[in-house]
């Protein structure tokens, strides 16, 4: 077993947040951690929020992201992710680069699109690590359980109905799908 996995899977011991022994399956997760976020995570101390984000069952979306996914649309695509991810034995290894854009191209997405809208639902940020180490790391209830937060909170309040303007109070779209030509 590599070094610094048995390094970090003291530390998360340490911080109350695995067992001890530590499975092989929480090790494999470790593995995978430190393959997504490397350098990030040379010291070790710098890992705790990063895993804490991971475990949590939520995250927070900024309103104006949260807004570009108030479509029926987007909701629809979340909602076929989700069933994607529920009929997988195994996340690791997806074929998500490709997965997700044709999941996206059913609901008219466009590719991108289609991967940030996931990733702004699972995450609420742009940038993070590649969704093919995201998804194991996640997990399967998880990635259900945070999808289905983000369509349930699109659907209370002002349903689909979008902003009318932006913060900059130039008219506001959120995403939407186009129709095949």
Not at 36 to 59: F, K, Q, T
Not at 94 to 118: C, K, M, Q, R, W
Request: with cysteine.
């Amino acid at each position: 077993m590599n070094a610094n996995v048995l390094a970090l899977a003291r530390r998360m011991q340490e911080w109350g947040l695995l067992e001890t022994p530590a499975p092989d399956a929480a090790l494999r997760w470790i593995e995978i951690f430190l393959e997504a976020y490397g350098e990030r995570v040379a010291d070790l101390d710098l890992a705790r929020p990063l895993v804490l984000a991971l475990r949590a069952e939520s995250c927070v979306v900024p309103a104006l992201e949260l807004e570009r996914l108030r479509s029926r649309e987007v909701l629809f695509f979340l909602d076929a992710v989700a069933q994607y991810v529920d009929a997988q034995p195994e996340l690791r290894a997806l074929p998500l680069a490709h997965d997700l854009p044709a999941i996206g191209e059913e609901f008219g997405l466009n590719a991108h699109d289609a991967v940030d809208s996931v990733r702004m639902a699972l995450t609420g940020v742009r940038d993070d690590v590649p969704l093919e180490f995201l998804f194991p790391l996640l997990g399967h209830d998880r990635i259900l359980i945070r999808v289905g937060a983000i369509n349930a909170r699109l659907l209370h309040g002002r349903g689909l109905e979008p902003i009318a303007f932006g913060p900059d109070g130039a008219p506001f779209e959120p995403i939407h799908g186009k129709r095949p030509s």
